[in-house]
């Protein structure tokens, strides 16, 4: 009697996502397989002038962990891999089709998927209906809540979820209503395959840059692009107040050259000198080649790399006005930002050197995933009115809206009225405020 073959297929979009994949293989993360296959994902806007991961520089060092490594985009081509997902009617059709492109045959496949609330994990996970899943994470969005509903058919198959402990103590929400289990990528393998990634490492005489992180919010509609380009020079201006004169900016791979060389020319009005880092690198091998005193950004996540694995002093700029503006409540973005503004001390300004414990940021982010998903998540009524309550309410009170607050009914909203003509009156009250905060 023949045993079946076990393959393990890994999905990634990213550099980092494959680096998070190689990191939890050399720890013992996944089990034996007989064939591992790296799926690589290109999901830009026009992914035939954006190069793909396996294209990146350092890729082949972290190739050797697959037997083989193939493209989505070319699986489901012309389509594009954020916007088709396949029609009901058609799944007994592709899968079998997959599996013999493929050449899976009557393999055990077992995923490891990202982001499976949205294509193309989502259409990757229903055409391969028996395998179960792992999904990773490889940024701070693992700490808050499935930014929508999944159908139990798909989130029922996934056991775990791994995740970078960026924040040492903090439990992720992430798919918790599943019941996946969170289990850390060691930090240790993690730094281990950048190390393979990086060129020589900084020497030891004079003091690293101020590495400056952009992270391109205009592309998101977060900002607007003149926004953006003043959230950089305030990075500039900030490190030059704190003593730095030598900078290093990395922008994001697609985001204007002229926003680099406004920065270059203000550091240099500043009397200091600002380098562009123009090479599509992860940040975090920037952290050993140049050994930086202080890196700066606004949300990302390399920012909680920086302190949590390499020591790296760390500030944040504009989470607080980003904050205030995010919309809908419910962007999944909105986590991320809770986190830098809680735990990274900010750039500019007086730094408030009372820390939140962990259990206060955990109920702190609990109460913002509430507020984000209190349908996905109701479970996480109880500690949100802890954190509301609790004497921590009024410093972390930018975190929420008045008008979240009070439709959940949650402390520090206006009163509910039981009529249902006063109840319109208060929503009519509310908006009006809203309006006249523009």
Known sequence: MSTRRTTQIFCASTLYGAVTLAAALDSGGFGPADRRILLVTNNAAVPETTPALDEAEGFERVRGRFDSVLSWNETISPLHPAGWTPRASDLPMLQRHLRKLWELGDD???????????????????????????????GLMSYGPTRNKIDPLIGGRVGRLLHLDLVPGLAPLLLAEFGAVPEPVPTEAFTKVVEELAG?????????????????????????????????????????????????????????????????????????????????????????????ALVVGCFSTALLTAATFYGVPVARVGTRALLERLTPFQNSNRIPLTVVDAVVPPLEGEVDDTAVGTEELNDLVAAVGFAMQPKIRPELREPAVRHLSGPLAERTRHHFTLRRLTVLNLPGGLPIPRHPKVRRLARRALRLRKALKK
């Open 108 to 138: 055990r496949v077992e995923l490891a998927l990202e982001s499976i609330q949205v294509t193309p994990a989502l259409a990757i996970a229903q055409l391969l209906p028996e395998a179960p899943i792992t999904v990773y994470a490889d």
């Open 200 to 292: 020589p490492a900084a020497g030891a005489a004079g003091e690293g840059p101020a590495l400056l992180l952009g992270q391109y919010l205009a592309a998101l509609n977060l900002l607007t692009a003149a926004e953006e380009e003043e959230l950089h020079l305030r990075m500039v201006r900030g490190a030059i107040a704190r003593g730095h004169r030598r900078l290093v900016f990395k922008p994001h791979p697609t985001a204007p050259d002229a926003w680099s060389r406004t920065l270059v020319e203000a550091a240099e009005e500043l009397g200091a000198e600002l380098t562009v880092e123009d090479r599509p690198v992860l940040a975090e091998v920037l952290y050993r080649e140049l050994r930086p």
